[in-house]
């Protein structure tokens, strides 16, 4: 019997030394690694197709706003917290997008993030190809929750609530369904706005000290029209602050300032307007007006966007076709060893982290709209990973529009530069450590370069 016990002491022993010793930190560049070769040898099994025609469009709007008592999904501090009702509805939007060889639909949803549960089953009862449905959300942090089954975002978006996990399956999927019933012959035209460090502070404020950050702060707007002959079909807009200005003390349903910017441009335009998510990663909440009631503040903030969205004399970078090429990838990609802060020198054990948390899987997602690329990334993607890669795109003659929440989460993804910053963003949401903005982004580029149209 004491052998029976000490046999199982060692084994749990064992088991325990096996998931819970902790790690040193050693952080190499990921150019030499076994995980980049693997997701470069995926880039080059991508076989690149350009055919033009003419770019066809249909959208769709479905209410997904639950019920009193589903979970809010955004802050980890009021986990399963019910609402108690909305202050607005919330939506889901999707854009279909056609040509003679290909249809991709963009779905955008006035929630925290999309995750594989809810994707998993909105692709497999679209009838679509993964690659063909480019997930995008407004990532509101007072928006629902209750629709993932998985322990550790549960801290984000509540105990799983099977009810309106149906619902919100079934609303998702009428959406994608519909956007295709009616499609019209359309233009695009794209937009990129870059304001000056001053308006990016005051619109899309840094969390990083002005005197810290290794970049200048600059906000890059993204504005897309689809119109028709006879009328706009549909916008898109992203800006790159947080969407947290209603705190955890909330317990109404609403879409917090990109709600307010999607109604404003869907009143101006008479038709559907999404606003997705952009590079949240290092920026933090607007600065508002504190002597003026909080939806009149939001309602100010939101129609000064508006105005520099639109605004011609702002204007850098313009793209309009009619004629495109549409290809759409699931960029597959492999990471590096999780790097969970215990301390400066120790981190989490890697193999309980991809117990708990997430294995070394992921991927990017790309869709392009003839020189028009939308890179979906699993994460809250940086503003200056993002600025980089615009420039890169820019000069390459590729228009390149970040997202971030394209149905995976890896955390916060930033620049090497930023991560020398003791941040909560950098040590505590960085699972995978120092490099794997810059990977990212070099995965990016290096795909766009194979799959670029020659002249």
């Given at each position: 019997?004491?052998?029976?016990?000490?046999?199982?002491?060692?084994?749990?022993?064992?088991?325990?030394?096996?998931?819970?010793?902790?790690?040193?930190?050693?952080?190499?560049?990921?150019?030499?690694?076994?995980?980049?070769?693997?997701?470069?040898?995926?880039?080059?099994?991508?076989?690149?197709?350009?055919?033009?025609?003419?770019?066809?469009?249909?959208?769709?709007?479905?209410?997904?706003?639950?019920?009193?008592?589903?979970?809010?999904?955004?802050?980890?501090?009021?986990?399963?917290?019910?609402?108690?009702?909305?202050?607005?509805?919330?939506?889901?939007?999707?854009?279909?997008?056609?040509?003679?060889?290909?249809?991709?639909?963009?779905?955008?949803?006035?929630?925290?993030?999309?995750?594989?549960?809810?994707?998993?089953?909105?692709?497999?009862?679209?009838?679509?190809?993964?690659?063909?449905?480019?997930?995008?959300?407004?990532?509101?942090?007072?928006?629902?929750?209750?629709?993932?089954?998985?322990?550790?975002?549960?801290?984000?978006?509540g105990n799983f609530h099977d009810e309106y996990f149906n619902q919100l399956v079934s609303q998702l999927t009428t959406a994608i369904k519909r956007s295709q019933e009616n499609l019209h012959n359309v233009t695009i035209h794209y937009t990129q706005t870059t304001l000056d460090p001053h308006t990016s502070q005051n619109m899309a404020p840094s969390r990083f000290d002005e005197n810290e950050s290794p970049v200048p702060h600059q906000t890059t707007l993204h504005f897309l029209s689809l119109d028709t002959d006879e009328k706009t079909l549909a916008l898109i807009a992203t800006v790159n602050a947080h969407p947290t200005v209603y705190k955890s003390i909330n317990t109404k349903?609403?879409?917090?300032?990109?709600?307010?910017?999607?109604?404003?441009?869907?009143?101006?335009?008479?038709?559907?307007?999404?606003?997705?998510?952009?590079?949240?990663?290092?920026?933090?909440?607007?600065?508002?007006?504190?002597?003026?009631?909080?939806?009149?503040?939001?309602?100010?903030?939101?129609?000064?966007?508006?105005?520099?969205?639109?605004?011609?004399?702002?204007?850098?970078?313009?793209?309009?076709?009619?004629?495109?090429?549409?290809?759409?990838?699931?960029?597959?990609?492999?990471?590096?060893?999780?790097?969970?802060?215990?301390?400066?020198?120790?981190?989490?054990?890697?193999?309980?982290?991809?117990?708990?948390?997430?294995?070394?899987?992921?991927?990017?997602?790309?869709?392009?709209?003839?020189?028009?690329?939308?890179?979906?990334?699993?994460?809250?993607?940086?503003?200056?990973?993002?600025?980089?890669?615009?420039?890169?795109?820019?000069?390459?003659?590729?228009?390149?529009?970040?997202?971030?929440?394209?149905?995976?989460?890896?955390?916060?993804?930033?620049?090497?530069?930023?991560?020398?910053?003791?941040?909560?963003?950098?040590?505590?949401?960085?699972?995978?450590?120092?490099?794997?903005?810059?990977?990212?982004?070099?995965?990016?580029?290096?795909?766009?370069?194979?799959?670029?149209?020659?002249?």
């Amino acid at each position: 019997m004491k052998s029976l016990k000490l046999l199982v002491a060692s084994i749990l022993l064992v088991i325990f030394v096996y998931y819970c010793a902790p790690y040193p930190i050693v952080q190499e560049h990921y150019s030499s690694s076994n995980y980049a070769k693997y997701s470069y040898q995926q880039i080059d099994k991508l076989k690149p197709s350009f055919a033009t025609s003419p770019l066809k469009a249909g959208v769709a709007k479905v209410d997904i706003t639950p019920g009193i008592g589903v979970p809010m999904g955004g802050y980890g501090s009021i986990t399963s917290r019910p609402n108690s009702g909305h202050s607005q509805k919330v939506y889901a939007r999707a854009i279909a997008l056609s040509n003679d060889t290909q249809t991709v639909i963009i779905l955008n949803a006035e929630f925290l993030l999309p995750l594989p549960f809810l994707i998993d089953e909105v692709v497999k009862k679209s009838g679509l190809k993964r690659e063909q449905i480019y997930f995008t959300a407004t990532h509101t942090h007072s928006g629902p929750g209750g629709y993932t089954k998985k322990l550790s975002s549960e801290f984000a978006l509540g105990n799983f609530h099977d009810e309106y996990f149906n619902q919100l399956v079934s609303q998702l999927t009428t959406a994608i369904k519909r956007s295709q019933e009616n499609l019209h012959n359309v233009t695009i035209h794209y937009t990129q706005t870059t304001l000056d460090p001053h308006t990016s502070q005051n619109m899309a404020p840094s969390r990083f000290d002005e005197n810290e950050s290794p970049v200048p702060h600059q906000t890059t707007l993204h504005f897309l029209s689809l119109d028709t002959d006879e009328k706009t079909l549909a916008l898109i807009a992203t800006v790159n602050a947080h969407p947290t200005v209603y705190k955890s003390i909330n317990t109404k349903i609403n879409g917090d300032y990109p709600g307010i910017l999607a109604a404003i441009m869907e009143q101006r335009c008479q038709c559907i307007a999404a606003f997705a998510a952009g590079a949240v990663g290092g920026n933090s909440s607007p600065q508002l007006d504190n002597n003026l009631a909080l939806e009149q503040t939001i309602k100010n903030y939101a129609e000064k966007l508006y105005a520099e969205l639109t605004k011609d004399k702002l204007q850098s970078k313009i793209y309009q076709a009619s004629e495109v090429s549409i290809s759409a990838d699931i960029l597959a990609v492999k990471l590096p060893d999780s790097v969970f802060h215990i301390n400066e020198n120790w981190k989490l054990n890697p193999r309980l982290f991809k117990l708990l948390l997430h294995d070394e899987n992921t991927y990017i997602h790309v869709l392009r709209i003839g020189d028009l690329v939308f890179a979906g990334f699993p994460a809250d993607y940086s503003e200056q990973l993002a600025n980089k890669l615009i420039r890169w795109g820019n000069n390459n003659k590729t228009y390149i529009w970040p997202t971030s929440f394209n149905g995976d989460y890896i955390g916060y993804i930033m620049t090497s530069a930023q991560y020398e910053f003791p941040h909560y963003t950098t040590r505590d949401m960085n699972f995978f450590g120092k490099w794997t903005g810059d990977y990212l982004n070099d995965l990016t580029k290096a795909y766009l370069l194979q799959r670029k149209p020659t002249p």
